[in-house]
């Protein structure tokens, strides 16, 4: 008898668990998704057999009569934001309520968590004042002839292959490939060849990172969802070797610099060297924007080693992966619609001829309009990062609601959801660069915040400039020289499945490309 008592006692606990915690929006009086029993939204989650992009595309499609509706992730009470005035009220309006992601830094367990991208609070604001210089035209500018010859080593790759019969490809390999090379080159100021060394330390670590497997799927959920359980059962965002390997070669790196005066290098670790030993960087004569913004020289404090790696260790992440993917879906989209191709390497020709260049110079970039267009269409269709976070800092009432946002909730943000909105881009799976023509959001007429493939906002993305210019140099230097089509026609009308193991968006199996030299 005592047993079932006990029994029963516990099942009536649970209940009132349950019940408590999963009445937070009903008493806000905000609409929300009837949670699954104690796991809440979390149980579909770590359950996807889809990309998160699409989950949360779904919920937006489902719930976006709603401009803000409720959602538990466990016990913890999440919102997503389906209003684009809302959007740009929480992004840019309000940015000082909603500055922080809410991500779990742990910087003695885990010190490359320690990032731009995870920190939060003043020391966010003050880490990015200090590397918002590293970004500008004018540094990029200075960056280019490196990002060239990474690309001229692509160029004469496929070529070769191309010459010697090899016409199938995983161009998002190859794209991966480049962007490494690039990114090691600028941030680590060591010129790799990933391309040619298949076997390549920074491209095997650049697949660790990106491993699609469920351990990472797991980790990944756990940061955006349920943070405190990281930091609670001190799991690390970064993976010990991943870990060792950043840090060697930064140390490698500030050393060698350090004991030879004379090296001259214009590239992020000789930025992040001045940041290290005077606390701040020069303004380019030629960017305008002043980077202190009304910061004082003396008020900066010097970046630190740890502070180094960790800076060093995110723009190795986000600076390639995201690029070589909106290369490859771009170049996905130009398969699926060959017209569109054509035209584009039109410009690209005509652009070269008029410049008479075989080379594809930095102004040049600058006039291939179309191309441009190619690439925001692919960011609209297929948001990188499909879906944005930010923690509510302080308690927040949203302008012409009664809804007051407490302190300390995370706001979901359907990027791809608002993206993919027929009732703001018409047809909306259907690849059309022309939106962008005369609009730099691919739609002159809605109102608030609906085109972020970079964000928006102080929170934004710091490497865009740089995000843009490396697609832009890929996909202008291989239409040049080659026609690309889908090797499996079926994918002609078919989306592609993405990975549900990455945050990013990235198909799930590998796509392959028949290359063809242009005559
Ligand atoms: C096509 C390429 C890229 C895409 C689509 C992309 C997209 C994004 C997005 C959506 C965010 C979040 C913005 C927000 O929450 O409002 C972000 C943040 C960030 N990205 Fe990128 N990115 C790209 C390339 C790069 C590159 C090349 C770098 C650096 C080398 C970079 C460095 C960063 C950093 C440091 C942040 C965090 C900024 C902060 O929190 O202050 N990204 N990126």
Known sequence: MSVWITIAFVVAIIYFINQYFFSYWTKQGIPFKEPTFLLGEFWDILTLKRGLGDYFEQLYKKYKNNKIFGLYCSYRPTLLVNDPVLIQEVMIKDFTSFHDRGFPVDEENDPLSANLFELSGQRWRDLRVKLSPTFTSGKLKSMYPTIRDCAQVMENYLEKEVKSGNKVYDMRDLLARFTTNVISSVAFGIDNDCINDRDNIFRKIGLKIFESNYKSMFRNILSFFLPKL?????????????EDFIVSIVKQTIDHRENDKSYERKDFMQLMILLKNQGYISVDKDDKKDELNGHDHNDMKKLTFNEIAAQAFLFFIAGFETSSSTSNLCLLELCKNPKTQTKAQEEID??????????????????????????????????????????????????GTKHTIEKGTTLFIPVQGIQRDPDIYDNPMEFRPERFLDSPTGNGNSKGLFYMPFGDGPRNCIGARMGKLQTKLALAVILSKFSFELVDKSLMDKEFEADPAQFITTPKEPIMLKVEARV
Not at 230 to 242: A, N, Q
Request: glycine share 2%; with cysteine.
């Open 230 to 242: 990281m930091l609670l059962f001190k799991i690390r965002s970064v993976d010990r070797e991943v």
């Open 350 to 399: 005509r652009v070269m001829k008029a410049a008479n260049s075989k080379e594809v110079t930095y102004d040049m970039l600058g006039e291939m309009k179309y191309l441009e267009c190619c690439i925001d269409e692919a960011l609209r269709k297929y948001p990188i990062v499909p879906m944005l976070n930010r923690e509510c800092t302080k308690d927040h009432t949203f302008t």
